[in-house]
């Protein structure tokens, strides 16, 4: 496994603080080694060093290299699986999330304004209806936010409101939510990071674990160091392959995102003169934001496994121009994709993999928001607190046998699927 740089994308053309760690080298020794440097681990890094904790995370690539330095900067409520959690433990899913939908949002803002994170963090969310059915949704939706006091502005916008806040006649309505809201990602994982730091972690870059030697005090290796640590927590999400019992419980599925050249203040005040992240509710989605300066940042999935800019920006143009046409004649200045972790429960998979090894990943695309939620969970945990972590680590991943090696095919058929159920 060769360390590589960031992938050609719109974050990495603009992120403000362009990082250069060491790598891993020689026998070190601390509390708690990290395995990924994603939101997941530097969350779990950044709130395990607020509590004096000795952390080393080490990471193949750089820090963000990962979907966290490539996604839709959608800052989205809710944890994908949810209801299965509730069944499972046998609780109204109402009393067991209603707070913790909100809590890695609510972890984000106080990060920022503490570190003085500069990473473009906006609040303001459009959930948008493409068909009745989807409006019947959005309002049970709302009838949740005012039962559970929801304390930021929400409301349901009408096909005319939703044209005039996002100047698109695609979407029959839609649930604004000032709660919910978007962010650079990359300029985000890297804060957290320095911020970490500051706290005494230590971070390495172009570090590939090759195994774990699991024991009392298990010891991450790699071609030129290791570290030996109380507690180990690996993050890689769908990008690792540390061991075989993570990967057969989730398909690695990929999304793609283009970057339009600026806009001019014509267009942005027609389109989204609110400045919102948009989403639509099919499983095959689409997403849709402006950048700090006035890109439209548009995602989607596309039948394609590859990283050819060309291919992508083709599909995903063809696509954000059924929503707007007056963009037929912007230039597309960036296109990449990655890789998303969707666990067969779609539950976010918690657990160890031996007394001291911990894991967390699959958050089927609700990472930004859940991520930050399960970097303090699993400090918990690791902290001797399990309460948070149970209710997650209960619930036993469903696996699929080679789920992660035939995962072409599997998903290009999954994906037929739930395209066919999203046209009903
Ligand atoms: C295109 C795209 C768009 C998305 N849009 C959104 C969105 O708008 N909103 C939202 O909420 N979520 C979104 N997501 C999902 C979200 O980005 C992820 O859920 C989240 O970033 C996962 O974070 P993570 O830290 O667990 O994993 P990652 O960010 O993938 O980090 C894993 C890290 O582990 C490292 N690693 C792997 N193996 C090893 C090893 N052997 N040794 C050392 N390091 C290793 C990798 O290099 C990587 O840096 C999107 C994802 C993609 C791909």
Redesign the pocket.
């Known amino acids: 496994?060769q360390p590589q740089t960031h992938t050609n994308s719109y974050y990495a053309a603009t992120v403000n603080d362009v990082t250069d760690f060491a790598p891993l080298l020689g026998e070190n020794s601390a509390d708690v080694c990290v395995?990924?440097?994603?939101?997941?681990?530097i969350s779990t890094a950044l709130h395990l060093a607020e509590r004096g904790y000795n952390v080393h995370v080490?990471?193949?690539?750089k820090v963000?290299?990962?979907?966290?330095?490539?996604?839709?900067?959608?800052?989205?409520g809710g944890i994908a699986g949810e209801e299965n959690i509730a069944k499972h433990h046998g609780r109204d899913v109402e009393d067991v999330f209603g707070e913790l939908r909100w809590a890695g949002h609510k972890i984000i803002r106080e990060c920022v304004q503490k570190y003085r994170i500069e990473c473009d963090l906006k609040f303001g969310y459009l959930d948008v209806a493409i068909k009745k059915r989807h409006l019947r949704d959005l309002e049970a939706d709302y009838e949740r936010l005012l039962k559970a006091d929801f304390p930021h502005e929400f409301r349901l916008l009408s096909k005319s409101e939703t044209q005039e806040a996002i100047g698109t006649d695609a979407y029959v309505g839609a649930l604004l939510n000032m709660g919910n809201g978007h962010l650079h990602?990359l300029k985000m994982c890297v804060g957290e990071a320095r911020a970490a730091v500051s706290l005494g972690t230590t971070v390495y870059e172009r570090?590939?674990?090759l195994h774990i030697e699991h024991s009392g005090r298990p010891r991450v290796v790699t071609q030129q160091g290791s570290v030996t640590a109380d507690a180990v927590v690996i993050?890689?999400?769908?990008?690792?392959d540390?061991d075989r019992k993570l990967r057969g419980v989730m398909f690695p599925v990929h999304?793609?995102?283009i970057a339009t050249e600026p806009l001019s203040e014509d267009i942005v005040s027609t389109i989204n003169p609110m400045d919102l992240a948009v989403c639509d509710p099919n499983f095959v989605l689409q997403?849709f934001r402006l950048s700090a300066d006035k890109r439209l940042l548009f995602?989607g999935r596309i039948n394609y496994f590859g990283d050819d800019p060309e291919i992508i920006k083709n599909n995903l143009r063809r696509k954000m121009l059924k929503i707007y046409p007056q963009l037929a004649n912007i230039g597309i200045d960036y296109a990449w994709?990655?890789?998303?972790?969707v666990p067969i429960t779609r539950v976010p998979q918690l657990g160890r993999v031996s007394p001291n090894v911990f894991y967390c990943?699959g958050?089927s695309?609700?990472?930004?928001?859940v991520?930050h939620l399960m970097g303090k969970i699993l400090a918990d945990a690791v902290a001797g607190t399990l309460e948070q972590f149970d209710l997650f680590a209960d619930v036993k991943p469903f696996t699929v046998p080679g789920a992660h090696w035939l995962s072409k095919p599997m998903v290009a058929l999954g994906m037929l699927y739930y395209q066919m159920r999203d046209r009903l």
């Open positions: 496994m395995i990924g440097a994603g939101f997941t681990g080490v990471e193949a690539n963000g290299w990962g979907a966290s330095g490539r996604n839709g900067g959608q800052m989205i990602p570090s590939p674990v993050a890689g999400n769908a990008y690792h540390l999304s793609f995102i997403y995602g994709g990655g890789t998303i972790g990943q958050y695309g609700h990472g930004v928001n991520t």
